[in-house]
């Protein structure tokens, strides 16, 4: 698989089929970083509930970028301020 400039990426058609996924569908998307590995499922239940919702929240405010969400996570799960 080739990864564009863009940071966007497809999966082929043959795998889609195989697993079953429509175009258009929504994909939880996990990194398992001992296996150097992403694992995606279609999201059950209340998962799909949660797409999306936030976004309004995010009008007008700046999304930081991969260093600071990185800053941020790390913070947040050791429980520093």
Sequence with gaps: MKIPR???SAISYEV???LGIRTGEM???CLDEKRKCIEMKV???KTMLLAG???RY???KI???RKKMNEYL???LAGEK
Excluded: Q
């Design 6 to 8: 863009k940071v966007r």
């Design 16 to 18: 889609r089929n195989a």
């Design 27 to 29: 994909l939880d998307v």
């Design 43 to 45: 999201p059950t239940g």
């Design 53 to 55: 919702s936030l976004s």
């Design 58 to 60: 995010a009008s007008g």
């Design 63 to 65: 999304f930081p970028d």
């Design 74 to 76: 790390k913070r947040g």
